[in-house]
Structures are given as structure tokens and as C-alpha cells.
Antibody
Framework: EVQLVESGGGLVKPGGSLRLSCAASGFTFSSNTMNWVRQAPGKGLEWVSSISSGSSYMFFADSVKGRFTISRDNAQNSLSLQMNSLRVEDTGVYFC????????????WGQGTLVTVSS | SELTQDPAVSVSLGQTVTITCQGDSLRSYYGSWYQQKPGQAPVLVIYGQNNRPSGIPDRFSGSSSGDTISLTITGAQTEDEADYYCNSRDTGGQRVFGGGTKLTVL
């Protein structure tokens, strides 16, 4: 059974940093592109970042470019999102999601971890 | 680029409803559809031209034409009341989501 479990969320002040993690199991983690998607309270889904299976390619939404970095450890089946210079508008639930190559769909999602940026 | 969805759609129980998603990226990349209920993670319901993951009822179907993809629910049930989001790859390696459609089943 495919499982994605996020952790690392919490309350942080504007300008602060936070590192999110996603533990994957039930599939060959090194075979899939992985993504972070966030959802502000009461708002829609926003794609944040993706990383290819071998970490060769990383992409970021314009709203987080230069502040967030994405990484993965295929030996440990883990995905990370380092978030720096956090802003109030970064508040929301952060989901990790597995992507499949052929059609680009996000076929499995974690339950999310809440990040609150507030003074 | 952006994906545009109607913010809200309603359907009577047992009737058919279509939710659409429009955007330039859909001319180049496949789209997919996600259902999200309050407090839950999104669930993939349609991907590619018209593919359903296992466990998704066959009342859900998809279609595509030009810069628009559509999700159709034939015989809507109360449990289909949810937010629906479209998504696709985009230029420069980015991905993009539509703003979401809130489906109400009357």
C-alpha cells in the first residue's frame, strides 16, 4: 500500500524557516517525480515544487522561487521541503504527492502538514 | 499559465453534471481531475484523456478538446458533493492547478 506521511509543520514567525519532510512507503520511491502542493485556509490547491526521480530536475512556483528548496533521499525514501524567509501568505496545509510520468497525474497524496506563519 | 474553472456548480441528485477547465497548458499536456472533501487530501478521479484510477466509480468520466478538459458525473450522488480541481504540467517544468469548482448536489 502506497503511503505518504508529511511532518515538520508548525508555527513560525515571518522571516523564519521550517523544514518539511515526507516519508514514503509501499512503492519504489526512486522511480517517481515527487511534488509539494499547498492549500491556504479556505483556498484552492497551489502547486509549490517538484523534483525528478534522480534529483536532476527541480522546479518551483514563482511565489516560492529563491526561498524554498526541495530535495529527496532515495535511500531513505524521503522527500523534503526547506522553507526560508517565510511569509504570512505561506500559511497553509502542505501535501506531498507522487507523480506518474506518462500523464503527469498526482496519483497518491499524503494527509498534509499545517504550516502557520504568524507573529 | 492559468487553468480556469467555474467557482461553483450544482446538480440535482441522479442528474448529470459537467465541470470544465480551460487553459493554454492543456493544448500541450494532459490534464487530470481531483476530488477534495473538507478536511481531506485530494483524490485523483480522472487522468489522461479519460482514465479512472481503481476504486473510482464509472459515473466519473473525462474528455478533452483543444484548451479545455471536462469532468462529467453521470448520475450524481450525494457523496460526490466536493471541491474539484484540474491540474496539468506547464511550460518550464512547472505544474498548475485550476482554482477549483465547488459541486453541490441538490
Amino acid at each position: 500500500e502506497v503511503q505518504l506521511v508529511e511532518s515538520g509543520g508548525g508555527l513560525v514567525k515571518p522571516g523564519g524557516s521550517l523544514r518539511l519532510s515526507c516519508a514514503a512507503s509501499g512503492f519504489t520511491f526512486s522511480s517517481n517525480t515527487m511534488n509539494w502542493v499547498r492549500q491556504a485556509p479556505g483556498k484552492g490547491l497551489e502547486w509549490v515544487s517538484s523534483i525528478s526521480s534522480g534529483s536532476s530536475y527541480m522546479f518551483f512556483a514563482d511565489s516560492v522561487k529563491g526561498r524554498f528548496t526541495i530535495s529527496r533521499d532515495n535511500a531513505q525514501n524521503s522527500l523534503s521541503l526547506q522553507m526560508n524567509s517565510l511569509r504570512v501568505e505561506d500559511t497553509g496545509v502542505y501535501f506531498c504527492a507522487r507523480e506518474r510520468d506518462q500523464y503527469g497525474e498526482f496519483d497518491y497524496w499524503g494527509q498534509g502538514t499545517l504550516v502557520t506563519v504568524s507573529s | 499559465s492559468e487553468l480556469t474553472q467555474d467557482p461553483a456548480v450544482s446538480v440535482s441528485l441522479g442528474q448529470t453534471v459537467t465541470i470544465t477547465c480551460q487553459g493554454d497548458s492543456l493544448r500541450s499536456y494532459y490534464g487530470s481531475w481531483y476530488q477534495q472533501k473538507p478536511g481531506q487530501a485530494p483524490v485523483l478521479v480522472i487522468y489522461g484523456q479519460n482514465n479512472r484510477p481503481s476504486g473510482i466509480p464509472d459515473r466519473f468520466s473525462g474528455s478533452s478538446s483543444g484548451d479545455t478538459i471536462s469532468l462529467t458525473i453521470t448520475g450524481a450522488q450525494t457523496e460526490d458533493e466536493a471541491d474539484y480541481y484540474c491540474n496539468s504540467r506547464d511550460t518550464g517544468g512547472q505544474r498548475v492547478f485550476g482554482g477549483g469548482t465547488k459541486l453541490t448536489v441538490l
